[in-house]
């Protein structure tokens, strides 16, 4: 009897001291769980903040890393053009050569297909577009620009003994209008009713109206003062509206593009700004004669 009374003592000695363990490890386990909470919030508070960019994201660092500014152009007289030799001149080739020696960098120019320029940019294939880029909404939406550096605008390009015929146009319906692929030109003209023929470049739109294959084309008020008139290849071709009047728009301002929120842009604004206090922008223009378009204040 006695020996059953013990068992059962004993027996109910263990059961309290296992419901016992039992809530303590309970209150461990919600313990763990509350010290986990805090190293969490410590890990979150130190992560990378994903708004501001990462170490190594800087466009000048990868541009001086690598020692070339790749500049994408065009063949666009005045601003970017190659010499007898086959060096590309210009007032933007001759300011871009400018640019990467202030960043103590060579300077290589990429002739790019004007309607892929921003593939060719976000693909690193090139590190800036600077030919002549008219600053419109689609492009400040699609890349990084830099101030304004010059002013132009849109002209119709016809030939000389008609030129009569295009003074007073309101609008090019029924003409065919050579234009450069992806161009402000090109917008300007469609605008107007025209039916456009896209080519490669500005200077084969004075190809087609030389040829009699297109009754005019929209350029650049800057090219064709450099390219077409007396003592020029296109003796025969003279330029008429001011389609930016005829649209009732301002003049074009050009500006350097590069990658969406690249530091290139500030290195070449402070350029710019140097460029204009020295005189270094005036005496270039005045090479190529675009001294009145440049922008100086």
Same mark, same amino acid.
Do not use: H
């Given at each position: 009897?006695? #020996?059953?009374?013990?068992?059962?003592?004993?027996?109910?000695?263990?059961?309290?001291?296992?419901?016992? @363990?039992?809530?303590?490890?309970?209150?461990?386990? #919600?313990?763990?769980?509350?010290?986990?909470?805090?190293?969490?919030?410590?890990?979150?508070?130190?992560?990378?903040?994903?708004?501001?960019?990462?170490?190594?994201?800087?466009?000048?660092? %990868?541009?001086?890393? #690598?020692?070339?500014?790749?500049?994408?152009?065009?063949?666009?007289?005045?601003?970017? %053009? !190659?010499?007898?030799?086959?060096?590309?001149?210009?007032?933007?080739?001759? =300011?871009?050569?400018?640019?990467?020696?202030?960043?103590?960098?060579?300077?290589?120019?990429?002739?790019?297909?004007?309607? $892929?320029?921003?593939?060719?940019?976000?693909?690193?294939?090139?590190? @800036?577009?600077?030919?002549? =880029? &008219?600053?419109?909404?689609?492009?400040?939406?699609?890349?990084?620009? *830099?101030?304004?550096? @010059?002013?132009?605008? !849109?002209?119709?390009?016809?030939?000389?003994?008609?030129?009569?015929?295009?003074?007073?146009?309101?609008?090019?319906?029924?003409?065919?209008?050579?234009?450069?692929?992806?161009?402000?030109?090109?917008?300007?003209?469609?605008?107007?009713?025209?039916?456009? &023929?896209?080519? !490669?470049?500005? *200077?084969?739109?004075?190809?087609?109206? +030389?040829?009699?294959? +297109?009754?005019?084309?929209?350029?650049?008020?800057? =090219?064709?003062?450099? =390219?077409?008139?007396?003592?020029?290849? %296109?003796?025969?071709?003279?330029?008429?509206?001011?389609?930016?009047?005829?649209? /009732?728009?301002?003049?074009?301002? $050009?500006?350097?593009?590069?990658?969406?929120?690249?530091?290139?842009?500030?290195?070449?604004?402070?350029?710019?700004?140097? +460029?204009?206090?020295? /005189?270094?922008?005036?005496?270039?223009?005045?090479?190529?004669?675009? !001294?009145? +378009?440049?922008?100086?204040?």
């Amino acid at each position: 009897m006695k #020996k059953k009374l013990l068992a059962l003592l004993l027996a109910l000695t263990m059961g309290l001291t296992l419901a016992a @363990c039992s809530n303590g490890d309970n209150t461990a386990d #919600k313990g763990t769980d509350a010290s986990a909470a805090p190293s969490t919030a410590a890990e979150e508070s130190t992560a990378p903040d994903a708004s501001k960019p990462a170490e190594g994201d800087s466009d000048l660092a %990868y541009v001086k890393e #690598k020692g070339t500014l790749v500049v994408g152009i065009t063949n666009f007289e005045p601003m970017d %053009y !190659q010499d007898a030799s086959g060096e590309w001149i210009g007032f933007d080739a001759d =300011m871009a050569k400018a640019f990467a020696a202030s960043l103590g960098v060579n300077v290589e120019f990429s002739e790019i297909n004007w309607d $892929y320029k921003v593939f060719e940019l976000d693909g690193k294939t090139i590190d @800036c577009v600077w030919n002549g =880029m &008219t600053l419109n909404d689609e492009v400040m939406a699609a890349m990084s620009t *830099s101030v304004p550096y @010059c002013v132009n605008a !849109q002209v119709l390009v016809v030939p000389t003994d008609k030129a009569a015929e295009f003074t007073d146009l309101a609008t090019l319906e029924g003409l065919s209008v050579a234009v450069e692929a992806g161009s402000a030109g090109e917008d300007a003209a469609e605008a107007l009713g025209a039916s456009t &023929t896209p080519v !490669q470049k500005q *200077s084969d739109t004075l190809l087609e109206v +030389s040829a009699g294959a +297109s009754d005019a084309a929209v350029i650049d008020l800057l =090219m064709a003062g450099a =390219m077409i008139g007396e003592g020029t290849s %296109y003796d025969n071709l003279t330029f008429t509206l001011n389609l930016n009047t005829v649209q /009732g728009l301002d003049s074009e301002n $050009y500006g350097v593009g590069f990658r969406t929120g690249s530091d290139l842009v500030e290195a070449f604004n402070d350029f710019w700004a140097a +460029s204009v206090t020295d /005189g270094t922008a005036l005496s270039t223009a005045e090479a190529y004669g675009v !001294q009145e +378009s440049v922008i100086l204040d």
